[in-house]
C-alpha cells in the first residue's frame, strides 16, 4: 500500500458527557497526516506547509515524543510500539495531528499508526497533551481493520473528571474514512465519549488556504474551545478536580477487549 508523504484530514470531532449531566459539542477540524520517514519530501508538497521553520502551516519535531524525548521521531515511535510488542520497523508510520498554525500549536491528541511491510496497520500510540503542558502515550497493537482495546485512564485530561476507570479505544485504519472513539467508562458506566471523523484531502496549496481562510485560528481555538466548554461545564456545577502529578511512566500499554459473551438462556431441567 503506497500513502503520499502528506495529506490531509477534514472533518469534524464529537464531545459528549453522559454524568452527572448530558452535555454534547461538535466542531470542525482539519488535521495532517505525515509520513515520519519522509519529511523532507513533505517539506516540498506545498509552498503552504513547512517542516521544522515556520509557514502558514508546518510540522516540528519538537512538538512531538514529550519533552524527555531523545534520538528520532521514528525511533522514538519504534521504541514506543516495542512496549506493546508491534515491530514495525521494516514498514511506514504515519502520524495524523493538528497542524502548527504560523507560530502555534496544540494537539490534544495525535495519532500513530504502525504499519508492517505488507502495508497491514500492526500498532497504534495515541499521543495525548493535556492545557498543562503534561504528555502521555496510549499504546496497542492492532489485529484487525476495525480493532477494540482498553487501558487503564492514567493521565488528567480535564479537570471535570477525576483520573479513574478505564478507556476505550475504537479504532478503524484510515483509509476513504478517518475515524476514532475514544470512551471513558468508570464503573461500568461510561462517562465520555470523544469520536473524530474526517475524509482524506490532498494536501494541494489550495486545500491548505481553504482550510486557512475557514477556520484561521485553527490551534488557538481549538484551546479557546476547551476553555470555553469547561466554563460552561463549571457554570452547570460540574464538579471541579484538581490536577494529579504525572504519571512518572511515559506510556500505557492498552490490550484487546475481550468479547463480551452472549447470555444464555435458562432451559427446564
Known amino acids: 500500500m503506497t500513502h503520499a508523504a502528506l495529506q490531509l484530514w477534514s472533518g469534524f ?111 497504534i500510540i495515541y499521543e495525548v497533551n493535556n492545557t498543562f503542558g503534561e504528555h502521555h502515550c496510549y499504546v496497542a497493537p492492532v489485529s484487525a481493520p476495525r480493532d477494540v482495546h482498553t487501558a487503564e485512564k492514567a493521565f488528567h485530561v480535564s479537570p471535570f473528571f477525576d483520573v479513574s476507570g478505564d478507556y476505550r479505544f475504537t479504532l478503524r485504519a484510515p483509509e476513504a474514512t478517518l475515524d476514532v472513539v475514544v470512551e471513558n467508562v468508570s464503573g461500568g458506566t461510561r462517562q465520555h465519549l470523544a469520536n473524530i471523523k474526517a475524509k482524506p484531502l490532498a494536501a494541494t496549496g489550495g486545500n491548505f488556504l481553504r482550510l486557512a481562510l475557514r477556520n484561521p485560528v485553527s490551534s488557538i481555538g481549538v484551546v479557546f474551545g476547551i476553555h470555553w466548554q469547561a466554563l460552561r461545564l463549571w457554570l452547570r456545577g460540574a464538579k471541579y478536580h484538581r490536577k494529579p502529578p504525572a504519571p512518572a511512566r511515559p506510556a500505557t500499554l492498552a490490550s484487546p477487549e475481550a468479547p463480551t459473551l452472549p447470555q444464555q438462556k435458562e432451559t427446564a431441567a
Open 13 to 123: 470531532t464529537l464531545h459528549k458527557r453522559f454524568v452527572p449531566f448530558e452535555r454534547a459539542f461538535r466542531y470542525r477540524l482539519a488535521l495532517i497526516d505525515i509520513d515520519i520517514d519522509k519529511l523532507d519530501e513533505a517539506a516540498h508538497v506545498s509552498p503552504l506547509f513547512a517542516v521544522n521553520k515556520p509557514g502558514l502551516f508546518s510540522f516540528h519535531e519538537k512538538d512531538h515524543g514529550g519533552a524527555g524525548r531523545t534520538g528520532t521521531l521514528r525511533e522514538w515511535a519504534d521504541a514506543m510500539l516495542a512496549r506493546a510488542g508491534v515491530n514495525v520497523r521494516s514498514g511506514t508510520i504515519r502520524l495524523v495531528t493538528f497542524p502548527r498554525h504560523f507560530f502555534y500549536k496544540f494537539a490534544p491528541i495525535s495519532l500513530w499508526y504502525g504499519y508492517d511491510a505488507a502495508g497491514a496497520l500492526r500498532g
